[in-house]
């Protein structure tokens, strides 16, 4: 502190820009027709009050998508904790939740904007955190399980705590250490970092599974395997295979099965697989359209509590997609009706990823209106209430997730758009494969993309692999043309459906091209450059 005092205000603050601006301007969204000169506290009163521009308010929501990325910058880097329920900003001497970690929700989704948003690097805390639990959390899987491996019971916290704790609704989750393992999964699709999987996500994920191989029951009635006991979070009671927990559990199993194949483990692929064969994948619909959360059909249509667990599947899983799984994501979303917009503001960020993942765009962004509206403090806090920062982190993904998503091994663009978003573009954003992707869109139609290969010739082979792009809607191929940015040269695409495919090959980048109706030129880049968006962001973090 007497360091500080003696530095001159401007100085902390350049240190500051110095530090955070590399991470930060990776990627940048600007929605066309997007502005203010309102400061940010008046500028979220006037769109609460429904009295902002259209301009305003889209002014206000990139704002407030790049605002996530900039704290989590702030509360996650190498060498420190990772990001709590409140970041770094607690200002009491006992903080809310004694400023833990919980992992039946908030810890993950604290980082769920991490790689698509360009910030793989902020996650590195979190895996040495989660890491130093595995030595405390065998402790927790015998005595508790008496099983191998390791997990945690919902909540941890500095001191390398793994057990229960005293809170009736929600200290029985051993299935969170499957939950927090996908996070090492997706870092390796997203970087494609070998070094990565074999050192740090193989041996996580392998422990993770082997708790699960050896206390999966054999239900008799069914001939499946089951976890007991089970509750949905928070929702309860103690029952036989809540949705949740099938669905973390085959989750992590599946994840796992694809490394043990990757590398080559030959023995525990084969006990994987025969475990999958058998396991319950949580998956039921109940008698009025819901996605069950539980294995009885007992799901109350005017239940409006703030946990959706049974949807764990449709985001962060991905089992359910309107692409593969109609039936699945039409249950899904009448879960989510039934629910309603409600919640605290985690929960709502949280809505905003599952009608994104349903390509509903303005249902998303209604979600994220009711989030600013109903639970944003007026520096743009996510408001639980008190504070609680993963409100802000969650918004930013379900932002993100309605411009790209890549789970469903493919490349969407724009699977969500929102009407009231009708121009602009992204650029900078990640996609699996370790693929850069900038988006630029007109009148709520693609018109350009452009995707940067990683330089890995062991992933993308001097060859080529081929890449699926999928648009939101059925284009003709005649509109169509796939270009590498370096030499120009036109690729040869085939068309099925709604996704395209071409050859990709290592260190390239390609545009996309398309062409609507009355717009007879594309071009890249847009003239609606992001540095002036870049530009009115950092005023207003400053």
Not at 374 to 401: K, R
Request: hydrophobic share 40%.
């Amino acid at each position: 502190m007497a360091a500080i005092k003696s530095t001159p205000i401007t100085t902390l603050q350049q240190r500051h820009l110095d530090d955070y601006q590399p991470l930060f301007e990776r990627m940048a969204l600007t929605l066309d027709d997007a502005h203010s000169a309102l400061p940010t506290n008046q500028l979220l009163q006037r769109y609460q009050q429904g009295k902002a521009s259209a301009s305003a308010q889209r002014y206000l929501e990139a704002l407030y998508f790049q605002y996530g990325r900039y704290l989590l910058i702030a509360s996650s880097r190498p060498g420190s904790l990772p990001a709590n329920l409140q970041g770094v900003w607690n200002i009491h001497q006992v903080a809310p939740w004694n400023a833990d970690y919980h992992f039946n929700i908030n810890l993950q989704m604290n980082y769920w904007l991490a790689n698509v948003t360009n910030l793989a690097q902020t996650q590195l805390p979190l895996f040495d955190y989660v890491d130093s639990l595995v030595k405390p959390g065998r402790i927790a899987a015998s005595s508790l399980l008496g099983a191998d491996g390791w997990t945690l019971f919902l909540n941890s916290n500095v001191w390398g705590f793994t057990g229960t704790i005293a809170w009736p609704t929600a200290f029985w989750q051993p299935e969170a250490g499957a939950w927090i393992a996908r996070h090492y999964y997706e870092h390796y699709l997203f970087t494609q970092d070998h070094d990565f999987l074999v050192q740090r996500a193989w041996p996580i994920m392998r422990e993770a599974s082997e708790l699960w191989l050896q206390t999966l029951v054999n239900d008799p009635d069914t001939n499946t395997l089951v976890v007991v006991p089970s509750y949905s979070p928070e929702h309860g009671n103690f029952v036989v295979g809540a949705a949740m927990s099938q669905q973390i559990v085959t989750d992590l199993l599946r994840n796992t099965l694809q490394l043990a194949k990757t590398l080559n483990k030959k023995d525990f692929t084969q006990r994987l697989q025969q475990a999958l064969n058998k396991l319950e994948p949580g998956l039921r619909i109940g008698h009025w359209g819901q996605l069950q959360e539980w294995r009885q059909d007992r799901d109350d249509p005017a239940s409006q509590h703030r946990h959706v667990s049974q949807l764990y599947a449709l985001h962060p899983g991905n089992q359910i997609s309107p692409d593969t799984t109609p039936a699945l994501s039409t249950a899904a979303a009448t879960t989510l009706n039934a629910r309603g917009d409600g919640g605290t503001g985690w929960s709502k960020a949280w809505k905003i990823n599952f009608w994104a993942r349903l390509q509903d765009g303005n249902r998303a962004h209604k979600l994220l209106t009711e989030q600013l509206i109903h639970s944003t403090l007026s520096n743009l806090w996510d408001n639980h209430p008190p504070f609680q920062i993963d409100g802000n982190f969650g918004a930013t993904a379900g932002m993100a997730e309605m411009l790209l998503q890549s789970h469903n091994n493919d490349i969407a663009l724009l699977p969500a758009l929102a009407d009231s978003w009708p121009g602009g573009q992204v650029t900078g954003l990640k996609a699996r494969g370790n693929i850069t992707v900038s988006i630029q869109w007109q009148h709520g139609e693609l018109t350009q993309a452009k995707l940067t290969m990683p330089d890995t010739p062991a992933v993308y082979p001097p060859t080529g692999q081929l890449l699926k792009v999928r648009f939101s809607d059925t284009p003709t191929i005649s509109h169509i043309a796939v270009t590498n940015a370096q030499s120009g040269a036109v690729l040869p695409v085939s068309l099925d459906g709604n996704v395209l495919t071409f050859q990709a090959k290592a260190g390239q980048q390609y545009l996309i091209k398309r062409q609507h109706g009355s717009i007879s030129s594309l071009f890249y880049p847009s003239t609606h450059t992001a540095a002036s968006a870049i530009t009115t962001t950092k005023k207003e973090i400053q």
